[in-house]
């Protein structure tokens, strides 16, 4: 029989982080499962290091570090968010129906992050995989500069399509610079000039396209959008051509 869980409206307006945060670690302890939070504005660390099957809506915007070190809970944003979203995040999920800011996913080991707009920059930046976790970010619009920055690990899957920017690339400079691992998928195509040193471009194979199948239909499913119009155009995969890209500029190869 599955436990019962229980839920607690929270109304955040104007209240200090930190006493925000204290309260809501209180109402976990106590067995709170289920938060609803109306009139979040800007509230840093909502959900940070919070382990186990705990689920948070959030009407308004949170703060940075949304879900920083977080094990397990589900958080969905009923708008954007700030910067530092998943921050050395572990595992978990997080749905963003807005935009979201820079250097989502920093550092980040398992769960998913899916934003359905268009993101900053650094996005990815030191994503890794370990033992049987593997990160995954999807972001349906478009990404700012260095896109996947240090990348030792994970899946970025960057679609392009739900962008507030129709005359801007779909990533911006710089895409994987210093990438040594894990893998980038993007719906269409990305010019050359676009891309970090040390990365290849190529079509998708039947292998990929499984994977890139899996996620788009969970992420589909999460912010209510059609899979199929999703997986109607080719997919391009960027990946390094060496897991030590500049290891010849200190040692050689």
Partial sequence: MAAKRKQKTLTAGRTYYKQFNEEIRALVRDGVTDFIIKECNGQRYLATALDGDVHFDIYGVPGQDLGAFMRGPKVRVHNNAQDGVGN?????????????????????????????????????IHMKAYLEHQPKIVVGGKAGDFLGEYMAGGIILLLGMFSDKPDAPIAGRSLGTGMHGGVIYVRGSVPEDQLGPGLTANPVDSDDLEVIEGLVNEYAKELKLDSKAILSENFLKIRPFSHRPYGNLYVPC
């Avoid at 995040?89 to 980040?108: P, S, T």
């Fill in 88 to 124: 050395t995040m572990d595992d978990g999920r997080i749905v963003i129906e807005g935009l979201a800011g820079d250097v989502i996913g920093y550092a980040m080991r398992g769960g998913e992050i899916f934003i359905k707009g268009d993101v900053g920059y650094r996005v990815g």
